[in-house]
């Protein structure tokens, strides 16, 4: 999945409201989750969320808990 760079007028609105909070669409949702769960576990989202749901990850282990917490933003 590519990687959605934010716009400008997207940065510069959170320079002006640092707090302000921004919703993700579930497909940026997930593209993120499959983008940390490569970088951290070295698998897919896809992987890492039936993996997950199987109880076949250490939950544990300080990296599956990291990834674990973008699931929700990767489901509906």
Known sequence: MASQVPSQ???RRAEREPFAIERISRRE???LL???ARKYLGMSGD???QQYRAGTLDSEDSRVI???FLLPLAEN
């Open 66 to 68: 990291r990834v674990s």
């Open 9 to 11: 007028s997207t940065i």
């Open 29 to 31: 949702g997930s593209a």
């Open 47 to 49: 992987a890492f969320r």
């Open 34 to 36: 499959d983008r940390q």
